[in-house]
Structures are given as C-alpha cells and as structure tokens.
C-alpha cells in the first residue's frame, strides 16, 4: 500500500492526466475519475503500466450519488487522502442573449458545484492527512478567464472566478489544519479543450499539461509554512 494517496478528476485526458502522471512519479496511490469509461481506461492502462497504484471510477461528476461513489471507492481502496485534484471541468462558449439553460447548468455544476461536494466529501479524510503531517494539498482548476472575465465564455469565466474565491475561503477555514489550497488560473493549454482556438493559437503556443504537472509536483514539496494561494500562468501578450 502507497504510503501517500491522491483523487484527481478529470484525470483521462489533458491536465489531469499529467498531474496524475506526476503524482504516480512521486509515489501516491492514485484514484483517477472521469466521465467516458472508455478514455478512462486507455489513461488507467498507461499509469498502471508504469507501476503506479490506481483505483479507476468512472462517473459523471455533475452528480451527488456520482461523486460519494468516487469518494467511496477511494476511500475502500487507500483509507487516507493526502492530495486532492479539483480539475474535470467544461467551457461551453455563448453570446449573452443566446445562453442556453441546461448548458450554464452543466458548467455550473462540474466547475463548481461539483469542488464544493468534493471538499465536503473528503473533508474527514483531508483533515486526517493535515493532522498526520501538516501538508495536505488541494488544488482546484481555474482559468485565467476566472481573473479577468471572457466574452462569450460568460457562464465558465464565472465558474472560475468562483473557483478562486472558494479556494480563498478554504485557505481561510481549513489552512490552520494543516491543509493547503491553491487555485490553479492558466491561460490557453494544449490539450482537447482549447482544440477549438488551435486556427487562431498554435499549439505550440500554448502552455503545456506537463507545465502544469510540474506546478503541482513543486506544490507537494513545498513546507507547511509555505502557502500559495493562486498560481496564474500567462501565455505572452495573454491579457488578465
Ligand atoms: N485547456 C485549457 O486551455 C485550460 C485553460 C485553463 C483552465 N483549464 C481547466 O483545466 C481543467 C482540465 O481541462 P483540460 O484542458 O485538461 O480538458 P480536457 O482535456 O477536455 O479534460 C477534461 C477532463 O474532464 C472530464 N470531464 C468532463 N466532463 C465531465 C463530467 N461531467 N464528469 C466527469 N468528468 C468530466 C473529461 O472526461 P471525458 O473526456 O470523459 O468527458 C476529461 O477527463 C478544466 O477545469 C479546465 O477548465 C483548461
């Protein structure tokens, strides 16, 4: 049994994927969640593969059942959490007028509803890992839309700059047990979700998933003392 353990959602593609990688590196048990069951497993092959622990659930995370299943399953499998990964999340661009019900619904409630249930969930948990060694982590996935606003991706840019100001309230309520929060705000990222921008920026502009690994991998070494609340990473000429 690995002596540390982390929860990553959205852990089948992109940023999630490469902090998972990363936290396998560094040895913690892995439960890794996501949606589609199929892309799922291709990304549990390749992290067993290198010899990593992982617990795979797949689950739709805009749900309460969905996500006390993945907390369950995590919990059955390793008893600890000592780093948690706030990251599934989903942009669904809209002009104002055009916003449509069911998909500011959607964003709503895996951007954000779905960290709120999270922390709930592995509060006891997390407070167990902050009393045991002073140095539980969370980090929860914003965007640099969360800083400064986006046309047309409104309703996400809200979601994140809630995801800040949750991660700001959290460092105040659960810092002195030993718990560090950080929101993590990145502009553009190569991965399936900016596919959508790639005519206009070229991937190689982007900033890379393993940059965001390595972000992460720098926060589980730093001292209890040492508390970043918020990591903005900005591409040049990327205005906040
Ligand atoms: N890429 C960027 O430019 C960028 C910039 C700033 C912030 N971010 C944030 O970074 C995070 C990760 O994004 P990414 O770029 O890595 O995106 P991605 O490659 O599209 O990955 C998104 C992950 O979330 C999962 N997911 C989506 N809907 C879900 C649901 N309802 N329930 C459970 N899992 C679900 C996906 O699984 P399925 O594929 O099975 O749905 C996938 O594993 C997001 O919070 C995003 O807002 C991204």
Same mark, same amino acid.
Request: a neutral charge; proline letters at 3%.
């Given at each position: 049994m690995p002596e540390r353990a982390a929860l990553v959602t959205g852990a089948s593609s992109g940023i999630g994927l490469a902090i998972a990688r990363v936290l396998g590196e560094e040895g913690y048990g892995l439960t890794v969640a996501a949606r589609r069951p199929e892309k799922l497993s291709v990304a549990v092959e390749e992290l067993r593969a290198k010899g990593y622990e992982v617990e795979e659930v797949a689950a739709n995370l805009t749900s309460e059942e969905e996500i006390q299943?993945?907390?369950?399953?995590?919990?059955?499998?390793?008893?600890?959490?000592?780093?948690?990964? /706030? /990251?599934?999340?989903?942009?669904?661009? *809209?002009?104002? *007028?055009?916003?449509?019900?069911?998909?500011?619904?959607?964003?709503?409630?895996?951007?954000?509803?779905?960290?709120?249930?999270?922390y709930r969930e592995c509060a006891d948990l997390l407070r167990a890992a902050g009393a045991?060694?002073? &140095?539980?982590?969370?980090? &929860?996935?914003? %965007?640099?839309?969360?800083?400064?606003?986006?046309?047309?991706? %409104?309703?996400?840019?809200?979601?994140?700059?809630?995801?800040?100001?949750?991660?700001?309230?959290?460092?105040?309520?659960?810092?002195?047990?030993?718990i560090?929060?950080?929101?993590?705000?990145?502009?553009?990222?190569?991965?399936?979700? %900016?596919?959508?921008?790639?005519?206009?920026?070229?991937?190689?502009?982007?900033?890379?998933?393993?940059?965001?690994?390595e972000a992460v991998r720098y926060l589980l070494k730093t001292s209890p003392a040492c508390v970043i609340p918020e990591i903005v990473f900005q591409r040049p000429g990327e205005a906040l």
């Open positions: 299943r993945v907390v369950a399953a995590h919990r059955n499998r390793f008893g600890r959490l000592d780093v948690l990964v /706030n /990251n599934a999340g989903v942009g669904v661009g *809209a002009p104002v *007028a055009d916003i449509v019900t069911k998909r500011a619904d959607m964003q709503l409630d895996l951007n954000l509803r779905a960290i709120i249930l999270f045991e060694h002073r &140095n539980a982590l969370v980090v &929860n996935l914003a %965007s640099i839309a969360g800083k400064g606003g986006a046309a047309w991706l %409104s309703v996400y840019a809200a979601t994140k700059a809630a995801v800040i100001g949750w991660t700001q309230s959290m460092n105040k309520e659960l810092n002195g047990e030993g560090k929060n950080v929101a993590l705000a990145p502009g553009f990222v190569d991965t399936p979700m %900016s596919d959508f921008v790639k005519e206009h920026v070229s991937a190689d502009k982007m900033i890379t998933p393993e940059d965001i690994g």
